[in-house]
């Protein structure tokens, strides 16, 4: 509409309209023109100006009659496209008709003026469907796929719900929200239980985290059991995740089990932190294999067992110890501590010196592996990532649920790694330690693999 209240010209909009409806509106002359489909197969069309438009809102007024006059609109719309369909009219008697009405079924469909119930009409031999839903189909869809990044992102089902019904004008429900994330239910399963025999994983890291979830009316916690593995071509991969009981050997034994039985091989270290349950599961699962206590919770332990005075000071000596050269040389820093603190800081040499050779077992790799193999910072990482999106929803529903959220966060890292930059160039470690096969030949990755 022009400022001085005219209408200007507009591009022509195709609808079917009844004449009921066209003396309603009161469209006439050079507004709007109405064309009724004299015969079979032709489609009715309806040219609205903007000041047609225009005069619609003024004339309604609000958005649930402007909702009403469009579902009338539609409605006939998809009669119309019924009766090109069968190339007939209801009622009529020809020979050119291709199929016979069948009723019609209710359909909601979400609009910017309100949700309007549509009557979509079946034909016999149910071949008629309606184009009017496609693009509805295409934006739904991507309205369930927001709704599920925005859960997986860490957006709690009550903020969605709010959201969502600000944006499209409808509410959803939490359960319904929650019941469209479950389709990440296949996509999630699929990935952890997914084949590892296609690789070997030289380096694995492994840690737990300890959730919330309602289980048979009451709180309880559970541990959820996340593996980093290193294959040989050097990219990280997230191995599997677990929710168990507790971090207790048994949990953790099921853990390697289910690991090992979709493939996991080659293991020659494993890092982790220093639990009873889980060393031991370590060991007997991986016979053969190093373990790797992390130096930083290590150190943690003894600057907990010392003296305040003597933290800061003895924090410094023990990092030294672990970041020597050699074993030869961490053993020499190690007798100077046991020597200068055994009077002062008894219980804090004493941790230092039972856990020393495991903190110490990443020294027999070569140098380049030394420093992200030493703690489980990588995993631990990985973990606080978890833990941040866990905060938003607190208390789980239910164990799926919980593997369902933590899956997919760790899907998608998983591609990013898989993807992304090398961890570590592998080379330096195949001729450190070829992998040989029971004949003796050499196993090591072909140049391609490692490049």
Request: proline share 4%; with cysteine; aromatic share 6%.
């Given at each position: 509409?022009?400022?001085?209240?005219?209408?200007?010209?507009?591009?022509?909009?195709?609808?079917?309209?009844?004449?009921?409806?066209?003396?309603?509106?009161?469209?006439?002359?050079?507004?709007?023109?109405?064309?009724?489909?004299?015969?079979?197969?032709?489609?009715?069309?309806?040219?609205?100006?903007?000041?047609?438009?225009?005069?619609?809102?003024?004339?309604?007024?609000?958005?649930?009659?402007?909702?009403?006059?469009?579902?009338?609109?539609?409605?006939?719309?998809?009669?119309?496209?019924?009766?090109?369909?069968?190339?007939?009219?209801?009622?009529?008697?020809?020979?050119?008709?291709?199929?016979?009405?069948?009723?019609?079924?209710?359909?909601?469909?979400?609009?910017?003026?309100?949700?309007?119930?549509?009557?979509?009409?079946?034909?016999?031999?149910?071949?008629?469907?309606?184009?009017?839903?496609?693009?509805?189909?295409?934006?739904?869809?991507?309205?369930?796929?927001?709704?599920?990044?925005?859960?997986?992102?860490?957006?709690?089902?009550?903020?969605?719900?709010?959201?969502?019904?600000?944006?499209?004008?409808?509410?959803?429900?939490?359960?319904?929200?929650?019941?469209?994330?479950?389709?990440?239910?296949?996509?999630?399963?699929?990935?952890?239980?997914?084949?590892?025999?296609?690789?070997?994983?030289?380096?694995?890291?492994?840690?737990g985290l300890v959730i919330k979830v309602r289980e048979g009316g009451h709180i309880v916690a559970r541990s959820a059991l996340v593996a980093i593995g290193v294959n040989e071509a050097g990219f990280r991969e997230i191995l599997g995740l677990r929710l168990g009981d507790s971090e207790s050997e048994r949990t953790w034994m099921?853990?390697?089990?289910?690991?090992?039985?979709?493939?996991?091989?080659?293991?020659?270290?494993?890092?982790?932190?220093?639990?009873?349950?889980?060393?031991?599961?370590?060991?007997?699962?991986?016979?053969?294999?190093?373990?790797?206590?992390?130096?930083?919770?290590?150190?943690?332990?003894?600057?907990?067992?010392?003296?305040?005075?003597?933290?800061?000071?003895?924090?410094?000596?023990?990092?030294?110890?672990?970041?020597?050269?050699?074993?030869?040389?961490?053993?020499?820093?190690?007798?100077?501590?046991?020597?200068?603190?055994?009077?002062?800081?008894?219980?804090?040499?004493?941790?230092?010196?039972?856990?020393?050779?495991?903190?110490?077992?990443?020294?027999?790799?070569?140098?380049?592996?030394?420093?992200?193999?030493?703690?489980?910072?990588?995993?631990?990482?990985?973990?606080?990532?978890?833990?941040?999106?866990?905060?938003?929803?607190?208390?789980?529903?239910?164990?799926?649920?919980?593997?369902?959220?933590?899956?997919?966060?760790?899907?998608?890292?998983?591609?990013?790694?898989?993807?992304?930059?090398?961890?570590?160039?592998?080379?330096?470690?195949?001729?450190?330690?070829?992998?040989?096969?029971?004949?003796?030949?050499?196993?090591?990755?072909?140049?391609?693999?490692?490049?």
């Amino acid at each position: 509409m022009k400022g001085d209240g005219s209408c200007a010209p507009a591009s022509p909009v195709a609808l079917a309209i009844s004449p009921p409806l066209e003396e309603a509106v009161g469209i006439s002359g050079a507004s709007g023109r109405v064309q009724r489909a004299g015969r079979p197969g032709r489609r009715a069309s309806l040219n609205v100006s903007r000041c047609a438009s225009h005069g619609l809102y003024r004339l309604f007024g609000d958005n649930e009659q402007v909702a009403r006059l469009l579902e009338q609109v539609l409605n006939q719309v998809l009669e119309a496209q019924r009766s090109e369909h069968v190339h007939a009219e209801p009622y009529e008697r020809t020979e050119d008709r291709r199929g016979y009405r069948n009723g019609y079924k209710p359909r909601q469909l979400t609009t910017r003026v309100g949700t309007l119930t549509l009557r979509v009409p079946h034909v016999r031999e149910g071949t008629f469907s309606s184009d009017l839903f496609v693009r509805y189909q295409r934006s739904e869809q991507a309205l369930i796929l927001t709704l599920m990044e925005m859960v997986v992102n860490g957006v709690s089902t009550r903020k969605v719900a709010q959201i969502t019904e600000e944006l499209c004008g409808r509410e959803f429900a939490k359960s319904t929200v929650s019941d469209l994330c479950k389709r990440l239910d296949p996509l999630v399963d699929a990935w952890n239980e997914r084949d590892l025999s296609a690789h070997r994983y030289p380096f694995v890291l492994v840690d737990g985290l300890v959730i919330k979830v309602r289980e048979g009316g009451h709180i309880v916690a559970r541990s959820a059991l996340v593996a980093i593995g290193v294959n040989e071509a050097g990219f990280r991969e997230i191995l599997g995740l677990r929710l168990g009981d507790s971090e207790s050997e048994r949990t953790w034994m099921d853990f390697f089990t289910w690991l090992k039985g979709r493939g996991l091989c080659g293991v020659y270290l494993v890092v982790s932190d220093h639990h009873g349950g889980l060393v031991h599961a370590i060991r007997l699962q991986f016979q053969g294999a190093t373990w790797q206590r992390c130096q930083r919770h290590l150190s943690a332990n003894v600057s907990d067992a010392a003296p305040k005075a003597l933290r800061d000071e003895l924090h410094a000596r023990v990092s030294a110890v672990f970041t020597a050269p050699d074993m030869e040389t961490a053993r020499t820093l190690l007798a100077k501590i046991l020597t200068d603190y055994e009077a002062n800081a008894p219980s804090a040499v004493a941790i230092l010196e039972r856990g020393f050779d495991d903190a110490t077992a990443v020294l027999a790799l070569p140098a380049p592996y030394r420093r992200r193999l030493r703690t489980t910072n990588g995993v631990e990482r990985l973990n606080e990532e978890l833990r941040r999106r866990e905060r938003v929803i607190r208390i789980f529903p239910n164990r799926q649920a919980a593997i369902r959220l933590l899956g997919a966060l760790l899907v998608e890292q998983d591609e990013q790694w898989s993807t992304g930059k090398r961890y570590f160039d592998m080379s330096v470690y195949w001729q450190w330690r070829p992998p040989r096969d029971p004949s003796g030949q050499s196993l090591a990755p072909t140049a391609e693999v490692m490049t």
